[in-house]
């Protein structure tokens, strides 16, 4: 028995291009990407994802599909299909749940198990890992990483570590062997703006972080300074929410170039709840909660949430909601770069055969 705890993360890769290469065979061997039309060029939307040949190319997640397309015009180009991922996702979860019954999904694509009860040692969580990912090969025709920790925190990091089809186990003496040479913004809630502060700090790699002045970086950072501080040490104490299911479905998009004008802001608010809403439909949640997110030029960000009495999946509730939530964000003589839309405090029906079968 070893004297910590034993946790997986599963990341499956390049999940919808996965979905894609799978259901269209004729696409395997080729740059897929998925996301918004490329109109030749002059598309104005961005990447989903990409498998793993379009990123030879450099196409990344989240990149303007115009870049995308003049980084790699050979690519094929697939709309994205959320009905269908939000299906395949459902099923792959059914298949890690059976693993352990502290099970946490925190993504479509991925989720935590904890298995300390389950195996012997970590060399043992090795070979449940190995089983885990083949049964996910062979049963739903994806592949899987997964990373091996003694926490959340560093399961999550290993999983990312060797991709695709990778495992990484990092028992609890090589914690500080592993992390140390990460840089810093690997770690959850460091975005490209804290990077910066950072980085003006001489603070790249975890391990400089790691050695950094705690009372400093709460100076800088306030409460999460000191979050950022721990988790550079390898410290994550927050458990796998046993049969924990998803807390919220959302959207966000960051606009190619900041925009003031609300009819483009409200035409976007429209996309992202179309998109999410099949998202909805297919997994058979209802919501009490939407929470709007309007994020400056200046990053200044700021949310805004309605609860109702009741649950509901009504698709244009949700866009005047967020519509009129987002109002008072609009039109104050500056720019916006990013809008998101969440909804929360789901209620999960019955599934119907009819949507499984699909
Ligand atoms: N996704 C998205 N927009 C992003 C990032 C992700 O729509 N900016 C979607 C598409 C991905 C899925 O979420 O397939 C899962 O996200 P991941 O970050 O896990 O990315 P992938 O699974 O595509 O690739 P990887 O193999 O790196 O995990
Ligand atoms: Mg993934």
């Given amino acids: 028995m070893v004297n910590s705890r034993i946790i997986l993360h599963i990341d499956l890769d390049a999940f919808y ?9 004729k696409l395997k061997g080729k740059p897929v990407i998925v996301g918004a039309d490329p109109k030749n060029g002059q598309g104005r ?37 959320f009905l269908l991922y939000a299906k395949v996702s459902h099923d792959i979860m059914t298949i890690i749940r059976k693993y352990s019954d502290k099970f946490e999904q925190v993504g479509i694509d991925e989720a935590f198990i ?31 990483s997964v990373g091996i920790g003694p926490n959340k925190l560093i399961a999550k990091l290993a999983s990312d570590y060797k991709k695709p089809y990778g495992t990484t186990v990092v028992k609890p003496e090589d914690v500080k062997r592993f992390l140390d040479p990460l840089p810093a913004r690997k770690l959850i809630g460091i975005g490209p703006k804290t990077e910066a502060v950072l980085k003006e700090m001489k603070i790249e790699t975890v391990s400089q972080l790691a050695k950094a002045d705690a009372k400093t970086l709460v100076d800088v950072f306030g409460v999460f300074g000191y979050r950022m501080h721990e988790m550079a040490l390898g410290m994550d104490e927050s458990e796998v929410a046993e049969g924990g299911e998803i807390k ?26 179309d998109e999410f809403h099949e998202e909805l439909i297919a997994s058979n949640i209802q919501f009490k909660t939407i929470t709007i997110k309007i994020r400056y030029e200046n990053f200044e960000t700021h949310t805004h949430a309605k609860t109702f009495e009741f649950h509901t999946n009504d698709k244009e509730l949700i866009k005047d909601t967020a519509k009129a939530l987002s109002q008072p964000f609009l039109n104050v003589g500056r720019k916006v770069r990013l809008i998101g839309i969440r909804v929360s405090v789901l209620k999960f029906k019955e599934k119907q055969k009819t949507l499984l079968a699909l």
Avoid: H
């Fill in 248 to 273: 919220s479905i959302g959207r966000e998009t960051t606009f190619e170039e900041d925009v003031d004008n609300p009819e483009i802001i409200f035409d976007a608010i429209d996309e992202l709840v």
């Fill in 45 to 81: 939307g961005v990447v989903a994802t990409c498998n793993y040949l379009a990123r030879e190319f450099g196409v990344r997640s989240a990149m303007p599909i115009s870049k995308a397309w003049k980084l790699c015009p050979q690519g094929i180009y697939v709309r994205p299909n």
């Fill in 114 to 144: 904890d298995v300390t009860d389950k195996v012997n040692d970590f060399e043992d969580a090795g070979k449940l890992a190995e089983k885990l990912k083949k049964e996910i090969l062979n049963k739903e025709k994806i592949s899987a």
């Fill in 17 to 25: 291009a996965a979905v894609e290469e799978r259901e269209t065979p």
